[in-house]
């Protein structure tokens, strides 16, 4: 085992923040996560995961222990007479992993296109977007038991998945580390357009109906998918300063009809029909609408970051440092409460 020493942590995150990391290493097996634990345990050090690096930041002092990046790669196809299971990598490019389903003729994840960072940490929030979520299509997760050292199996029911959330997000955080996704796909399996606003712009630019071959059309759908998200500069782009993200910063509120009531009460009170979708008696309020109407505008600047201009619910970095970005975080988080009574939650790791 060969520990890297010093290592910017800011090369290693799609926002390009963090200081240093004492140690630093990649791991592409199990065995070998399991022995820098051993190691970490014994010296007394702490320790972090990463893999892509697009839903975490670091302190502007770095991380005084050892920071292992998951490099499993490998993707194991398996087909059934009515399914198709593929299992990947922890370490494996998620947009890749996408593509390669549409390949196959596999619907499902190609709403997910565009989105940065690898297939192990898709479980751990429940990636989601245009109305498609990975716990729609997975079989199992495999992750190793920080406390135990030993391989564990978890099924689809044992993830507690929810709206942005899983058990190795909250109930089980720090607990496991994931080392590779069971993907279980329908064949031949139609795609659904859920999300409004992209089933307008596929029903008038893309001919989707006109298609009769299933790949044919999951790419146009995936092309409208990347189209819109570039558009919101949501794909990693090096001459996008906008898309210097962790993506979305806040997830959207999800309120109970009670909750529901006392926000619209709030809202009318400074003439605003908020924006809602409702779901099993839940309400999802959209948050770039509760950040705008709080205050704070696309393309607001404070100090070397900022919201991007083409998405109020990414912060972006300019050339500032991550004390300044969680400044501007809590500044948004404070406005939204004072107006509206709703506390953002933020979407990545933020590590001290």
Not at 52 to 78: A, C
Request: glycine share 8%; net charge positive; hydrophobic share 35%.
């Amino acid at each position: 085992m060969i520990l890297s020493e010093n290592i910017l942590l800011s090369n290693y995150t799609t926002i390009n923040l963090g200081g240093k990391a004492k140690y630093f290493i990649e791991c592409d097996n199990s065995e070998s996560i399991i022995s820098v634990l051993k190691f970490a345990g014994k010296n007394n050090l702490k320790l972090q995961i990463i893999s892509g690096g697009s839903n975490i930041v670091f302190s502007d002092n770095g991380f005084d222990g050892i920071v292992v990046k998951i490099n499993i790669k490998g993707l194991n196809y398996t087909d059934d007479k009515n399914y198709v299971n593929i299992v990947s990598g922890a370490g494996e490019n998620w947009d890749d992993f996408v593509k390669y389903c549409i390949e196959n003729n596999l619907s499902g994840v190609e709403c997910l296109s565009g989105i940065p960072g690898s297939v192990g940490a898709t479980p751990v929030q429940n990636v989601g977007a245009y109305g498609q979520e990975v716990k729609e299509i997975i079989e199992s997760v495999t992750a190793v038991d920080r406390k135990t050292f030993e391989i564990v199996i978890f099924k689809n029911s044992e993830c507690d998945f929810d709206y942005r959330n899983s058990r190795f997000k909250e109930k089980d955080k720090d607990r496991f580390i994931i080392t590779s996704v069971n993907f279980k796909f329908i064949k031949n399996r139609e795609p659904e357009i859920k999300y409004p606003e992209l089933n307008k712009i596929i029903n008038a630019s893309t001919g989707l109906n006109e298609s009769r071959n299933l790949k044919d059309k999951l790419y146009k759908i995936r092309l409208a998918v990347l189209n819109l998200r570039k558009k919101k500069s949501m794909v990693i782009d090096s001459d996008d300063l906008n898309s210097r993200s962790c993506g979305s910063f806040f997830t959207n509120p999800v309120l109970n009809k009670t909750e529901f009531n006392n926000f619209i009460k709030k809202a009318k009170i400074h003439n605003l029909n908020a924006p809602f979708f409702e779901n099993e008696n839940l309400f999802k309020i959209p948050a770039g609408w509760l950040i705008e109407n709080s205050g704070f505008k696309k393309g607001y600047k404070y100090k070397g970051v900022g919201i991007s201009e083409n998405h109020s619910l990414a912060l972006v970095n300019y050339n500032g440092t991550t004390k300044d970005l969680l400044a501007l975080a809590s500044g948004i988080e404070n406005n939204v409460y004072e107006k509206f009574g709703l506390k953002l939650s933020k979407e990545p790791v933020i590590i001290p």
